[in-house]
């Protein structure tokens, strides 16, 4: 076991390393994490009306569709909520472009907000649709949410390319020290702005000509289907499962470092889903009018069960079973956190991080879990994810809420914290002995 991890320490580590700090996926890592604020707010207005308000919604299930109280919230107060989704959720492509424009320039040093400016610009452009000679603008309002996700990403991550390259070669207006930096900055970035937009348009008029659509439209047909499918796959899906706690193990965090390929994926599967359910959709599978079976906050509600590893059960575990009076001290001030999905004082202070003793199982418990939560939600026992909560919403409550009530989900969130208990439990014994080992040997040696 040793010579494996060493092996792991001195091969896997430093390209993980290296890959997790490549500046294009840092961009779209931090381009998703500072969205958060609009996935949010529109996350919780959408997550108060299917609860309360809406005809469907939870307590629509309890107390009826027909009731007074859910006739008149439905009609007074769940539009009021779907404004809310309309100016968060409905924009989230739009507000990526920006984004990623934005962070690539801070990490390069550029005017990240000409940068930003000239992406959102591409952005929309590409949405123009060309019809009988006139183009039509309004076409790109339907590919301003999750739909145009990619597109967004695509556009975020080559137009700051173009516009530091015209940047580079000095190909700028240059204004006299005398005028304000704000109005300078503005001067120089027209050239390398209007390079990059012309390079967009030239794409968007090819297909227009061409093809008779928008890029967005396009990539739906062409690409859009064969990412759904594949981004399905339980393979792909165990592999993520197993590579987060892999990363962690050697004190990488698995799950920032992954959350380049998670978020743009399963993120905007998990945003679809959100649009799908509002609009009546209910059956599960990989096709256009289906909800998704694994989406971003599965691994939320089925997986990261205190958080990556799915410590919480290790916490109970060593609070039961352990006799070792560090770890105990440390589950014992781990706990609360871990209940809301923190985990870091148990990885660094039990530790789990380059401990050969709880190697094996926590490497094993996400991809054990990841399966039983797939196949439940793909055989109907668990309803599939249609909102989107907080990470730090505690275990079963998260599954319940994340699904809009569904009592399937709570209980494989309960199973899945009874089988990371039984996975860990007996490793937790094994470090009992080693403890008692380490200690007889350290008594020889006095």
Do not use: C
């Not at 992406?119 to 603008?137: H, M």
Request: a neutral charge; aromatic letters at 12%; proline letters at 5%.
């Amino acid at each position: 076991m040793n010579r494996f991890i060493s092996f792991l320490e001195e091969k896997f580590v430093p390209v993980a390393a290296k890959i997790g700090g490549q500046k294009h996926l840092v961009a779209i890592r931090d381009s998703f994490a500072s969205l958060m604020p609009l996935i949010l707010v529109g996350a919780f207005a959408v997550l108060i009306n299917n609860v309360l308000f809406v005809p469907w919604s939870l307590l629509a299930s309890y107390i009826g569709e027909e009731s007074a109280f859910i006739v008149w919230t439905n009609t007074n107060l769940a539009p009021l909520f779907s404004l809310m989704e309309s100016g968060t959720l409905s924009i989230i492509a739009l507000g990526l472009a920006f984004s990623m424009g934005y962070n690539r320039a801070v990490n390069e040093g550029k005017d990240s907000l000409s940068t930003g400016l000239i992406s959102v610009a591409s952005f929309i452009l590409l949405g123009a649709l060309s019809r009988n000679n006139e183009v039509v603008a309004g076409h790109v309002t339907n590919f301003l949410g999750a739909q145009g996700i990619f597109i967004a990403l695509l556009v975020g991550l080559l137009t700051p390319e173009i516009y530091f390259a015209i940047v580079k070669k000095d190909w700028v207006i240059k204004m006299p020290d005398s005028v304000p930096p704000a109005v300078s900055r503005g001067f120089s970035a027209v050239i390398p702005g209007f390079i990059a937009v012309f390079f967009w348009a030239v794409i968007g008029y090819i297909l227009n000509v061409g093809a008779g659509m928008s890029i967005f439209t396009w990539f739906e047909t062409n690409i859009a289907a064969g990412l759904s499918v594949l981004g399905q796959s339980i393979f792909s899906i165990v592999f993520i499962s197993t590579l987060i706690p892999l990363l962690w193990f050697f004190g990488l965090h698995g799950a920032n470092m992954l959350e380049a390929i998670m978020s743009p994926v399963y993120g905007t599967m998990g945003m679809e889903n959100i649009s799908k359910y509002i609009n009546g959709i209910r059956a599960v599978g990989t096709g256009a009018d289906e909800l998704a079976v694994w989406v971003r906050g599965s691994w939320d509600a089925y997986v990261f069960m205190g958080g990556s590893g799915a410590t919480l059960p290790l916490i109970v575990a060593i609070l039961v079973f352990s006799k070792v009076k560090s770890q105990k001290e440390v589950a014992k001030l781990g706990l609360p956190p871990g209940i809301f999905m923190i985990n870091e004082p148990v990885l660094f202070g039990i530790p789990i991080v380059l401990n050969p003793v709880y190697f094996i199982p926590f490497i094993l418990v996400q991809p054990i879990l990841t399966v039983v939560a797939f196949y439940a939600t793909k055989i109907g026992f668990a309803g599939p994810i249609v909102n989107t909560v907080p990470w730090t919403t505690p275990p079963i409550l998260n599954a319940f809420l994340a699904t809009n009530g569904s009592w399937g989900a709570v209980g494989v969130s309960i199973i899945n914290l009874l089988i990371a208990f039984a996975i860990y439990m007996p490793f937790v014994m094994i470090a009992n002995r080693y403890e008692e080992q380490r200690e007889k040997e350290e008594e020889k040696i006095a």
